[in-house]
């Protein structure tokens, strides 16, 4: 398979090398300062999108333009999702999408939802998120905390949204964001009443995680169109 990749940061780097264990090609590297067009996608296979939130959707675009199937993991774009996603229905594009890309975090979203289930006939406990990532993370609160948020509002008749660092109501999730040096990404979903606490934690030791989940996913895209997600990957045994 020939990749090309869109970013070529920590995590860039990081699929690189995966990638090429996995016996695949990189075809093209590009940064935030890279100008690219559709004609340098012409050897492309698949498209594997970690940049910034600022070049995300060109990068899309530019994919949806050369007919490459792309596989998004940047956050922090989502306001443009709908008309990304119309796009690629429209013209039968193939675009894969997660707020994280790591095996262990989408089980851990699983999880989530189904702890979320378990909890709502019990008001008693109130339930909020924290996600700690490095100080180099430009969104905040980061997409997979978003997720589990999100999640949680969807299941638990009381909650009906969130706040990032404020004050909340009683029908709100609070997701606490800090940003520390050297920490891949924390997350954890507690549940806390006057006689106990219910946590739920995912920790990141190292980006390989999200590193093989996005070459899994880059994999899956082949001969698929629509719009994907990591639960496709995972739970699609067709």
Same mark, same amino acid.
Request: aromatic share 8%; net charge neutral; with cysteine.
């Given at each position: 398979?020939?990749?090309?990749?869109?970013?070529?940061?920590?995590?860039?780097?990081?699929?690189?090398?995966?990638?090429?264990?996995?016996?695949?090609?990189?075809?093209?590297?590009?940064?935030?300062?890279?100008?690219?067009?559709?004609?340098?996608?012409?050897?492309?296979?698949?498209?594997?999108?970690?940049?910034?939130?600022?070049?995300?959707?060109?990068?899309?675009?530019?994919?949806?333009?050369?007919?490459?199937?792309?596989?998004?993991?940047?956050?922090?774009?989502?306001?443009?999702?709908?008309?990304?996603?119309?796009?690629?229905?429209?013209?039968?594009?193939?675009?894969?999408?997660?707020?994280?890309?790591?095996?262990?975090?989408?089980?851990?979203?699983?999880?989530?939802?189904?702890?979320?289930?378990?909890?709502?006939?019990?008001?008693?406990?109130?339930?909020?998120?924290?996600?700690?990532?490095?100080?180099?993370? *430009?969104? !905040?609160?980061? #997409?997979?905390?978003? %997720? $589990?948020?999100?999640?949680?509002?969807? /299941?638990?008749?009381?909650?009906?949204?969130?706040?990032?660092?404020?004050?909340?109501?009683?029908?709100?999730?609070?997701?606490?964001?800090?940003?520390?040096?050297?920490?891949?990404?924390?997350?954890?979903?507690?549940?806390?009443?006057?006689?106990?606490?219910?946590?739920?934690?995912?920790?990141?030791?190292?980006?390989?995680?999200?590193? *093989?989940? !996005?070459?899994? #996913?880059?994999?899956? %895209? $082949?001969?698929?169109?629509?719009?994907? /997600?990591?639960?496709?990957?995972?739970?699609?045994?067709?």
């Amino acid at each position: 398979m020939k990749i090309a990749l869109l970013g070529y940061g920590k995590m860039g780097k990081a699929i690189e090398k995966i990638a090429i264990e996995r016996g695949h090609q990189i075809v093209l590297k590009t940064n935030s300062s890279t100008l690219f067009s559709p004609d340098d996608l012409y050897e492309t296979d698949v498209a594997i999108e970690f940049s910034t939130p600022k070049n995300a959707v060109y990068n899309i675009m530019t994919c949806f333009e050369a007919n490459v199937p792309v596989v998004v993991g940047t956050t922090g774009w989502y306001k443009d999702f709908k008309m990304i996603s119309e796009r690629c229905i429209k013209e039968e594009r193939t675009l894969l999408h997660a707020t994280n890309f790591s095996v262990g975090v989408n089980l851990f979203f699983e999880m989530n939802k189904r702890l979320a289930e378990l909890m709502n006939p019990y008001p008693q406990y109130n339930v909020d998120i924290e996600e700690i990532h490095h100080t180099e993370k *430009l969104d !905040a609160p980061s #997409g997979t905390a978003i %997720t $589990l948020a999100e999640e949680v509002v969807n /299941t638990l008749d009381l909650k009906k949204g969130w706040k990032n660092n404020k004050e909340v109501k009683e029908n709100e999730v609070l997701i606490t964001s800090k940003r520390l040096p050297n920490v891949p990404g924390t997350h954890v979903v507690k549940y806390d009443s006057k006689i106990d606490t219910i946590e739920i934690t995912h920790t990141a030791k190292s980006r390989e995680g999200f590193a *093989l989940g !996005a070459v899994l #996913g880059a994999e899956f %895209t $082949l001969k698929r169109k629509g719009l994907l /997600t990591m639960k496709d990957v995972l739970f699609c045994f067709e």
